[in-house]
């Protein structure tokens, strides 16, 4: 029985703190939608540091002895959050010139996890769900990489408060699919 409950993400004992963090993203996504103003450095800096408390979650996800299924994406997921925080962090003028590029990485990468999430567990009442939120990531990182080019701020700035915005609600949801069966012990 037991079996039937494992999905691709697997199941942790941390389950909330994907979830917090799913919540603060989307704290910090209004913030920036609300206040542009802020400014790209300071909205860089933020997600940052907000990356590398992922990337910790991620990685202590995968740890342990009862790992869960999945936890090779933990892994690869923790460490290119992992760098991607750290060289936002590092330097402002750095984070402001790459930061729309890095967004786009890890967005993309999320979307690929979450279209294999999707096929992997098509026997699940809505593993659809895990393939909209795949394409919908892929898309976002797409567009992170088109307003690069066009050096359009505005839209960088939107599509950042949008992604996270997007991004907290599906790390929030994605943590009750987490979350261990206590039926099934």
């Given amino acids: 029985m037991k079996a039937l409950s494992i999905n691709f993400w697997g199941q942790s004992k941390y389950w909330w703190m994907v979830l917090v963090l799913g919540i603060l993203f989307v ?16 909205a860089s800096q933020i997600f940052g540091w907000m990356l590398i408390a992922v990337g ?23 460490v290119i959050d992992l760098f991607v925080g750290f ?27 979450s279209i294999t999430s999707s096929v992997m567990s098509r026997q699940r009442r809505y593993w659809w769900l895990y ?15 088109e ?13 950042t408060a949008l992604a996270f915005i997007y991004w907290g609600f599906a790390m929030a949801m994605g943590s ?7 039926s099934a012990k």
């Fill in 56 to 78: 910790i979650v991620q990685l202590c996800v995968a740890s342990g002895s009862e790992r869960p299924r999945g936890w090779g994406w933990w892994i690869a997921g923790g």
């Fill in 131 to 145: 393939l909209l939120n795949g394409i919908f990531l892929l898309i976002i990182g797409f567009f992170f990489l």
């Fill in 27 to 42: 704290i910090g996504g209004f913030a920036y939608w609300f206040w542009p103003g802020a400014g790209y450095a300071i």
């Fill in 176 to 182: 009750y699919d987490m979350k261990p069966d206590d």
């Fill in 147 to 159: 307003a690069s080019f066009t050096a359009n701020a505005l839209m960088v700035s939107f599509l």
């Fill in 87 to 113: 060289c936002l962090v590092r330097s402002v003028l750095l984070s402001e010139i790459v930061f729309p590029y890095f967004l786009a990485i890890v967005f993309i990468f999320w979307g690929i996890a």
